[in-house]
């Protein structure tokens, strides 16, 4: 059973930082692509970045190029979303998710190829 246990979400001013953390298993970096969706109210989850499972490899969407950092620490079993410079429109419920190692990579950013999510972190960045 994979379990996904978020936090380090809160309240931030615009332009502040916040960084995210998703607690898994050894054998969930090993075999996961781990990725962090967001939802905010009244609309779709959205893709916000993922790493490879052997991570060596990242993708981020657009709106957050240059200010969010995704990473891991096998150390730790942790996979971690550095948030800088965050703008009101990142307020959402952020939700770290497992794909399969299998996945083709250009389905990456699709919701439905995630067999796992966490229980959700919600940011709230005041402008």
């Known amino acids: 059973q994979v379990q996904l246990v978020e936090s380090g979400g809160g309240l931030v001013q615009a332009g502040g930082s916040l960084r995210l953390s998703c607690v898994t298993s050894?054998?969930?970096?090993?075999?996961?692509?781990m990725a962090w969706f967001r939802q905010a109210p009244e609309k779709e989850r959205e893709f916000v970045a993922v790493?490879?499972?052997?991570?060596?490899?990242?993708s981020y969407t657009d709106s957050v190029k240059g200010r969010f950092t995704i990473s891991r620490d096998r150390a730790e079993n942790t996979v971690y979303l550095q948030m800088n410079n965050l703008k009101s429109e990142d307020t959402a419920v952020y939700f770290c998710?497992?794909?399969?190692?299998?996945?083709?990579?250009?389905?990456?950013?699709?919701?439905?190829?995630?067999?796992?999510w966490g229980q959700g972190t919600q940011v709230t960045v005041s402008s």
């Open positions: 998710a497992a794909a399969p190692k299998s996945t083709i990579w250009g389905w990456i950013q699709i919701p439905s190829r995630y067999n796992y």
């Open positions: 790493i490879r499972w052997s991570g060596t490899t990242t």
């Open positions: 050894e054998r969930t970096l090993n075999s996961y692509n």
